[in-house]
């Protein structure tokens, strides 16, 4: 049973900074890629970051870029999202994934259906 669970998530101001983990078992962690995504209120879910097996390949959506770093520790199982220059428009649920390849690059990282296994979520309210 592949369990990912989520953590780090609080309040923050505007321009303030968060660290999320994402912690997995149940699976060979360092095989495969990991993402993470947001839901807003009222909001579809949408792409945050993805990152290969290895940590060597990396994609953001547009509205994180430059803000967002994503990264991995594959011999603790733990994902990471550091999350700097925070905006309003950051708030949201965050969810880390999992997903049955080594890498994804560009819009083949967008698609949550591609992901098979998901954490309960953690919330991030950034406050102006």
């Known amino acids: 049973q592949v369990q990912l669970v989520e953590s780090g998530g609080g309040l923050a101001q505007a321009g303030g900074s968060l660290r999320l983990s994402c912690v997995q078992s149940?699976?060979?962690?360092?095989?495969?890629?990991m993402g993470w995504f947001r839901q807003a209120p009222g909001k579809e879910r949408a792409f945050v970051a993805a990152?290969?097996?290895?940590?060597?390949?990396?994609d953001y959506a547009d509205s994180v870029k430059g803000r967002f770093t994503i990264s991995r520790d594959n011999a603790k199982n733990t994902m990471y999202l550091q999350m700097n220059s925070l905006k309003p428009e950051d708030t949201a649920v965050y969810y880390c994934?999992?997903?049955?390849?080594?890498?994804?690059?560009?819009?083949?990282?967008?698609?949550?259906?591609?992901?098979?296994?998901w954490g309960p979520g953690t919330q991030v309210t950034v406050s102006t």
């Open positions: 994934a999992t997903r049955p390849d080594y890498q994804c690059t560009g819009s083949g990282c967008y698609e949550d259906y591609l992901y098979d296994y």
């Open positions: 149940g699976r060979a962690f360092g095989n495969y890629t």
């Open positions: 990152i290969s097996w290895s940590g060597g390949t990396k």
